[in-house]
């Protein structure tokens, strides 16, 4: 899935680099059609899969670097020759992202290309890229007579981060990779972030965080796991008269019952207080902050499937 703000903000860091991703795939395989690898000349991000197809595409996408070819098509039988059993084949298109190629990119994305040689663009392409543009049908990535398509990731799901201890620490490492969420992380000070942070995520420093909650999106999701359950308290308290699309709040059940007596008291009505989820993760799968984070994740990640699976999801 082709992510123009994600590939905008990887030329600023590092410069032109080639964009591999999966365009066919015959029998088994490694990973999907989609999936991708960014590679420049001291790095890389994602995966294709396959071990040795990677390295090999990999040291390609390099020497292409050092090249002035823009895009090509490569086909890989995953055989004896690459040291893999999986019996299949997978196509590659290999693309060079620079200032050129962000350029070309429309306003009324999705948008098709030739990347491998003079066919014009064919016709049930021209049709496809009418049909989402016009009516927001789907776009199913493939690659037909040299032209390549694939959806392009606009839709995210607003997921705010309140607190930047273990346990927010570690839900931001697991989901920041994924593309589906655009992910607000907040606390009192910019001394309680790590030094690093991932490139797709807004961090923010606030002094009240909860006067800040008073601001979020109300269709925005929200975990509250502070550092304070005086600050939790203010954030639940916030968030109930702000609104929002779901709201979960780390802690014990007793901690639960003491905070639904006390926003019950400040106004606000059972049915609504009983939207916050308390505990969140998967109890069973213990208190350390990396399990935490797992529970939180699938729950999520599970969330966006079942309504997805019932044409239901709207956010």
Same mark, same amino acid.
């Given at each position: !899935? ?8 990887? %030329? ?11 365009? +066919? ?13 960014? %590679? ?15 390295? #090999? ?6 020497? !292409? ?24 084949? %997978?196509?590659?298109?290999? #693309?060079?992202?620079?200032?050129? =190629? ?8 999705? =948008?098709?290309?030739?990347? #491998? ?34 959806? %392009? ?20 490492? =697991? ?5 589906? =969420? &655009? ?37 925005? +999701? ?30 014990? &059940? ?38 935490? &984070?797992?529970?939180?994740? &699938?729950?999520?990640?599970? +969330? ?12």
């Amino acid at each position: !899935m082709l992510d123009p703000r994600h590939l905008t903000q990887r %030329v600023a860091t590092h410069g032109p680099y080639i964009r591999v991703v999966t365009a +066919e795939v015959k029998g088994s395989a490694p990973r999907e059609v989609g999936a991708a690898m960014l %590679v420049w000349l001291d790095g890389q991000e994602g995966t294709i899969g396959g071990g040795a197809l990677e390295y #090999e595409a990999t040291q390609a996408a390099r020497a !292409m670097l050092n090249s002035d070819q823009r895009s090509k098509v490569t086909r890989h039988p995953l055989g004896p020759n690459l040291g893999q059993c999986c019996g299949g084949a %997978v196509t590659l298109v290999s #693309e060079r992202i620079d200032a050129h =190629f962000l350029s070309t990119l429309p306003n009324d994305l999705p =948008f098709a290309r030739r990347v #491998e040689g003079s066919a014009d663009q064919p016709l049930g392409m021209t049709r496809d890229l009418a049909m989402a543009r016009g009516q927001g049908q789907p776009i199913l990535a493939r690659l037909e007579d040299g032209w390549w398509i694939e959806p %392009v990731h606009q839709s995210q799901r607003a997921l705010w981060i309140w607190g930047a201890g273990h346990v927010g620490r570690a839900i931001v490492d =697991f989901l920041a990779p994924l593309p589906q =969420f &655009a992910l607000t992380w907040v606390d009192t000070a910019e001394s309680r972030f790590p030094d690093v942070i991932p490139d797709a995520v807004d961090h923010i420093p606030a002094t009240d965080p909860a006067r800040l909650a008073g601001h979020a999106p109300k269709d925005a +999701e929200h975990l509250i796991l502070t550092y304070s359950h005086a600050l939790d308290l203010a954030l639940c308290d916030a968030l109930l008269t702000r609104g929002f699309v779901s709201a979960g709040l780390i802690g014990s &059940a007793t901690k639960w019952t003491r905070f639904q007596k006390r926003l019950a008291a400040v106004g606000h009505q059972p049915d609504q207080i009983l939207r916050i989820t308390c505990p969140i993760g998967d109890p069973r799968l213990g208190k350390h902050p990396q399990a935490i &984070a797992i529970g939180i994740a &699938a729950k999520l990640l599970n +969330e966006k499937a079942e309504h997805a699976s019932r044409g239901t999801l709207t956010a």
